[in-house]
């Protein structure tokens, strides 16, 4: 059976709901009641309090649920790529406060950015970016979880620049967490000229999406399986991924591949057509 987990970022608008929203203690339930899944990836913005009494009472949810903790996407932490020496080390020390989080939920990795908006080739922005990651690195064998990067712009949406943070940090507890979906395109322009020079001669921009999970894929952790809009036959008309599959798995991937839905539509019937279409393609295989 392919290992499919649920992305919380997939079910964002529930959780930033003003009037009612989805409470973080109650996603592993609504995860297997509503989906079928039985492995989450959680956010943290979407937690209510990082105390030992809350993660306990997650865990629990999660426990009573049937559902695997697997994950977590961290944002709000600054900018690691700062040129700014004392906002750096702020965005370090923002990160380190969520690896006693993971070590007490049992997560296997959780992700930060790498900042850089607006910096994407930007060489002294990288170096400063490899050394933030060199002390988290070391932090995360300290808590035995992995820190993960994400294609995740900034930095990160030139998938060379993830690689070399990764190879020259050189740890076993850094990795990458590809996602089928945040790569430069027509859509973000600006990003998309920043990382062209960057392209080797033969690869086209449309194509950047497919060389950049092959850079990555040898690295995963985890995988963000995004997904938009589908078509009378359940594929994704956006993104081949049927494609993107195949290049992480034949890297040797063997995690969660994390559903993270992040179209126009409803959640559940793009949760349920993401899950699908993955579950064909996986089993397939």
Same mark, same amino acid.
């Given at each position: 059976?392919?290992?499919?987990? #649920?992305?919380?970022?997939?079910?964002?608008?529930?959780?930033?709901?003003?009037?009612?929203?989805?409470?973080?203690?109650?996603?592993?339930?609504? %995860?297997?009641?509503?989906?079928?899944? +039985?492995?989450?990836?959680?956010?943290?913005?979407?937690?209510?309090?990082?105390?030992?009494?809350?993660?306990?009472?997650?865990?629990?949810? %999660?426990?009573?649920?049937?559902? %695997?903790?697997?994950?977590?996407?961290?944002?709000?932490?600054?900018?690691?790529?700062?040129?700014?020496?004392?906002?750096?080390?702020?965005?370090?020390?923002?990160?380190?406060?969520?690896?006693?989080?993971?070590?007490?939920?049992?997560?296997?990795?959780?992700?930060?950015?790498?900042?850089?908006?607006?910096?994407?080739?930007?060489?002294?922005?990288?170096?400063?970016?490899?050394?933030?990651?060199?002390?988290?690195?070391?932090?995360?064998?300290?808590?035995?979880?992995?820190?993960?990067?994400?294609?995740?712009?900034?930095?990160?949406?030139?998938?060379?620049?993830?690689?070399?943070?990764?190879?020259?940090?050189?740890?076993?507890?850094?990795?990458?967490?590809? +996602?089928?979906?945040?790569?430069?395109?027509?859509?973000?322009?600006?990003?998309?000229?920043?990382?062209?020079?960057?392209?080797?001669?033969?690869?086209?921009?449309?194509?950047?999406?497919?060389?950049?999970?092959?850079?990555?894929?040898?690295?995963?952790?985890?995988?963000?399986?995004?997904?938009?809009?589908?078509?009378?036959?359940?594929?994704?008309?956006? $993104? +081949?991924?049927?494609?993107?599959?195949?290049?992480?798995?034949?890297?040797?991937?063997?995690?969660?591949?994390? $559903?993270?839905?992040?179209?126009?539509?409803?959640?559940?019937?793009?949760?349920?057509?993401?899950?699908? #279409?993955?579950?064909?393609?996986?089993?397939?295989?």
């Amino acid at each position: 059976m392919p290992k499919i987990s #649920l992305a919380g970022w997939s079910l964002h608008r529930r959780f930033l709901n003003q009037e009612s929203p989805l409470k973080l203690l109650d996603f592993p339930r609504v %995860a297997k009641d509503e989906f079928g899944i +039985d492995a989450i990836e959680l956010n943290n913005v979407f937690f209510e309090s990082t105390e030992e009494a809350y993660l306990s009472q997650l865990k629990q949810a %999660a426990a009573e649920a049937g559902v %695997a903790l697997v994950g977590m996407a961290v944002d709000r932490t600054g900018d690691p790529s700062s040129l700014d020496e004392s906002q750096r080390k702020e965005s370090v020390a923002a990160a380190r406060q969520w690896f006693p989080v993971a070590k007490s939920l049992g997560l296997p990795f959780f992700r930060i950015n790498t900042g850089g908006h607006g910096r994407e080739s930007d060489p002294e922005s990288l170096k400063r970016c490899i050394e933030s990651f060199k002390e988290l690195a070391r932090e995360a064998e300290d808590y035995g979880v992995k820190l993960v990067i994400e294609n995740h712009w900034g930095i990160s949406a030139n998938p060379l620049n993830i690689v070399r943070i990764v190879e020259e940090v050189g740890s076993p507890y850094l990795g990458t967490l590809p +996602d089928f979906g945040n790569f430069p395109d027509e859509r973000r322009p600006e990003v998309l000229e920043a990382v062209k020079p960057a392209l080797p001669e033969g690869v086209a921009p449309e194509e950047l999406r497919y060389w950049g999970l092959e850079l990555m894929a040898p690295y995963a952790v985890g995988v963000h399986a995004k997904m938009y809009e589908f078509d009378e036959r359940g594929n994704d008309t956006r $993104i +081949d991924v049927a494609r993107c599959v195949e290049i992480i798995r034949g890297a040797g991937f063997d995690g969660y591949w994390g $559903i993270e839905f992040e179209g126009a539509g409803d959640d559940h019937e793009g949760v349920v057509k993401s899950k699908e #279409l993955l579950e064909r393609l996986l089993g397939a295989a």
